[in-house]
């Protein structure tokens, strides 16, 4: 299926390893110029490479953090500067940490906050200017299954992504005559990096093995098994896609089942 993406200029953020480079990767097959970014340079420079010697596509990288104003800014300036303007944004972001209201003060909050709602903001604010002129554009925000069906251990990641939730339904009525698409992805438990590292330090601190840590999430999901970070990407390229602009203000979760509720 062609998704009419070819020569779109996509920025998905935080993208270096896990969900955000796979998108990448996805979209850049899909023919999008791409840029990512990401705070480690190291990482985020094999990241670009090994996209492109494998699409032949153009990859652009950028040192980012997504919570700093600044740098967002002068990475889509450069950008627009460089590839003449925005036609995708995936934000993205890293998670907060996990644990329950005993557990964090006011500054927790904030800094969660900061992570994972206002950069979203950010990014948007950053982008829509440039796809309100050419009245086309393509918003899909990361989010997670914990703002659809809370999960008892995240409490930050619960009320961060709600917010994300209200923004996005809220921002989509306001930019669709524009032509403009705003949509959330909620993934379920996916085995990227960052899990595999959960996964060993669930053993380390002597909780039990690796394998009991994917025995105790795989029960609670009816297809038995993990997402692939590929399979989130192949949601966000539709939803990027031509074919997908009479689609806004959706949450779709891609979780294997996971969300017990209707909606
Ligand atoms: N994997 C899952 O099962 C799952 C499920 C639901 C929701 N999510 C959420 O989806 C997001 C991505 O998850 P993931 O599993 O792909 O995580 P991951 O494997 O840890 O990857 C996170 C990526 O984001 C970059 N990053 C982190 N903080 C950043 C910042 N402040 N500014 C710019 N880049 C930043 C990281 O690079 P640097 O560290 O170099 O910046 C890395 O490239 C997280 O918010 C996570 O909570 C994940």
Not at 4 to 26: E, H, M, P
Not at 68 to 95: F, H, R, Y
Not at 124 to 145: A, D, L, T
């Amino acid at each position: 299926m062609d998704l009419g993406i070819k020569n779109k200029v996509a920025l998905v953020a935080a993208s270096s390893r896990g969900l955000g480079k796979a998108i990448a990767f996805q979209l850049s097959r899909e023919g999008a110029k791409v840029v990512i970014c990401a705070r480690n340079k190291e990482r985020l420079g094999k990241t670009r490479d090994e996209i492109a010697a494998e699409t032949g596509g153009v990859v652009r990288a950028f040192v980012a953090d997504v919570k700093d104003k600044k740098q967002v800014s002068k990475m889509v300036e450069q950008t627009v500067k460089e590839l003449g303007t925005i036609e995708i944004l995936v934000s993205n972001a890293g998670g907060p940490p996990s644990g329950t209201a005993d557990d964090f003060t006011l500054n927790d909050y904030q800094d969660a906050l900061e992570l994972n709602l206002l950069s979203t903001i950010n990014l948007c604010y950053e982008v829509i200017r440039f796809m309100k002129k050419q009245k086309w554009g393509r918003i899909i925000n990361m989010v997670s299954v914990a703002a659809k069906q809370p999960i008892d251990s995240l409490i930050l990641s619960n009320t961060a992504r709600a917010g994300v939730l209200g923004f996005s339904k809220s921002l989509s009525n306001q930019v669709a005559s524009y032509g403009i698409t705003v949509n959330s992805i909620c993934p379920g438990y996916t085995k990227t990096e960052r899990v595999e590292e959960l996964a060993k330090s669930f053993e380390e601190s002597g909780k039990g093995t690796v394998k009991d840590f994917y025995k105790n999430i795989q029960k609670n999901i009816p297809t038995g098994r993990l997402g692939a970070p590929e399979e989130i990407a192949h949601a966000v390229a539709f939803l990027a896609s031509e074919g997908a602009g009479y689609i806004t203000g959706v949450a779709l979760q891609v979780d294997g089942g996971y969300t017990k509720g209707l909606f």
